[in-house]
């Protein structure tokens, strides 16, 4: 009974909370300004639409029916993997952002690998040498890092290194080849939070017994480092890399934008601009799927690679 208590308690609360925001998102079209019919009509090029055309985009939209009624067939809908369709183009939301999901993945996974070959070595190198000047630069610069709006140095990159050196494109294709330039925006903010995190963790360790028996086994600081300090702190800070990571959704959109990159966050300002607002929910409950999945996986594998963490629980 006391293996499958938690998961099972764990489970009903990812429930809740994804229904939960799932009434959030639907109200959008509810707390919206203005006729919902008039706007769908509107985004689709009609800025004087006819009464009839109205009364039609009512119907379309089931405004005629009950509001519990319209929230539940939207949310099965939402369950078969039915987002509806797009205000201005009338195509299937879900075949919108299947066209533009693998730049979006590739734009994923450069700025995943570029934050792990960043905080790895920085975050070594931080605690290897604490409270020295290696550390205090490493400190400083992830403070700053931490800091700086991904969009921002998107813009300065694309100002600096495209427009004044000359290197790489004004606008990008989606290819690996101009991945750089987003990734590199949307890593430096993740990369600079991690280190902080990990070389917090790493010198916790390095404080504990277990290095010290590892210095008296004859193990150098580096063999301790690596083979010791960092699987332990990863482990213990799987969590809250994975809260981290939820940046990466807004960030993303904001950036695909500035540099042009044609994926589903470029997708999402265009359809925020329009007022289509089927989009921008089928967007924002993925993003929330996506961030909470992601945020109770890692807490899960982080509680069975150490059993420990769970104890206050």
């Given amino acids: 009974m006391r293996l499958w208590r938690p998961g099972?308690?764990?489970?009903?609360?990812?429930?809740?909370t994804l229904w939960g925001a799932s009434v959030v998102i639907w109200s959008m079209i509810l707390l919206a300004p203005g006729d919902p019919a008039r706007r769908l009509l509107i985004a689709r090029g009609i800025p004087d639409?006819?009464?009839?055309d109205v009364a039609a985009a009512r119907r379309e939209l089931r405004l005629d029916q009950p509001v519990v009624v319209r929230y539940v067939r939207w949310l099965g809908d939402v369950v078969r993997g039915d987002f509806g369709a797009s205000w201005r183009t009338n195509r299937s939301v879900l075949s919108e952002f299947g066209d533009r999901f693998g730049a979006t993945a590739v734009l994923g996974v450069a700025t995943m690998v570029f934050v792990v070959v960043f905080t790895v070595p920085m975050t070594l190198i931080a605690a290897r040498w604490r409270e020295?000047?290696?550390?205090?630069?490493?400190?400083?610069?992830?403070s700053i890092g931490t800091s700086l709006p991904s969009f921002l140095v998107s813009l300065v990159l694309l100002h600096v290194v495209v427009l004044e050196w000359g290197w790489g494109q004004v606008l990008s294709d989606g290819s690996v080849g101009?991945?750089?330039?987003?990734?590199?925006?949307?890593?430096i903010g993740v990369a600079a939070t991690w280190t902080r995190l990990l070389r917090g963790g790493m010198v916790g360790v390095l404080d504990t017994s277990l290095a010290d028996i590892c210095r008296s086994r004859g193990a150098g600081p580096w063999?301790?480092?690596?083979?010791?300090?960092?699987?332990?702190?990863?482990?213990?800070?799987?969590?809250?890399?994975?809260?981290?990571?939820?940046a990466l959704v807004g960030g993303a959109?904001?950036?695909e934008s500035v540099v042009d990159w044609p994926g589903m966050g470029a997708y999402l300002v265009d359809a925020i601009n329009a007022r289509d607002l089927p989009v921008i929910q089928a967007y924002v409950l993925l993003a929330t799927v996506a961030y909470v999945v992601t945020a109770n996986g890692a807490d899960v594998l982080a509680r069975?690679?150490?059993?420990r963490l769970g104890i206050e629980r």
């Fill in 304 to 307: 069975r690679l150490d059993p």
């Fill in 8 to 16: 099972l308690s764990r489970i009903v609360q990812l429930i809740v």
């Fill in 253 to 255: 959109a904001v950036v």
């Fill in 178 to 187: 101009s991945v750089w330039l987003p990734a590199s925006a949307l890593s």
């Fill in 132 to 142: 020295r000047w290696p550390d205090k630069v490493m400190q400083v610069g992830s």
């Fill in 223 to 246: 063999r301790i480092m690596t083979r010791v300090a960092l699987p332990n702190a990863l482990v213990r800070f799987l969590p809250f890399m994975a809260l981290t990571v939820g």
């Fill in 49 to 52: 639409p006819l009464a009839e």
